[in-house]
């Protein structure tokens, strides 16, 4: 079965770096875009960046040049790496994917930005 399990959070001061990483299995990791979404206290849940098999990548503008995604298909893993951090950048961090006609999500990894 599909799995997805995030890892590399916590509490970072503000202008600080987190490298975060989600671990996919039960599928063709290669064959698959993947994404990173966050959700704040209060907030819904919304999109931070995307990769899709070939590698093209997209962000939205309130993180467009801070955040990067990045996959290695030998380790069917995908990385955000989150540089400039800012406080409202804190939320619960979840990587997703669509598999089959199926939406997955892992269960998160908390990022808290806080001097």
């Known amino acids: 079965q599909v799995q997805l399990v995030e890892s590399g959070g916590g509490l970072v001061q503000p202008g600080g770096s987190l490298r975060l990483s989600c671990a996919a299995s039960?599928?063709?990791?290669?064959?698959?875009?993947m994404s990173w979404y966050r959700q704040a206290p209060g907030k819904q849940r919304e999109s931070v960046a995307g990769i899709s098999s070939s590698g093209s990548t997209n962000y939205p503008d309130s993180v467009k040049g801070r955040f990067f995604i990045s996959r290695d298909n030998a380790k069917s893993t995908v990385y955000l790496q989150m540089d400039s951090l800012k406080p409202e950048d804190t939320a619960v961090y979840y990587c997703?994917?669509?598999?089959?006609?199926?939406?997955?999500w892992g269960q998160g990894t908390q990022v808290t930005v806080s001097s």
């Open positions: 039960g599928f063709t990791f290669s064959s698959y875009g």
């Open positions: 997703r994917t669509i598999v089959g006609g199926r939406l997955y």
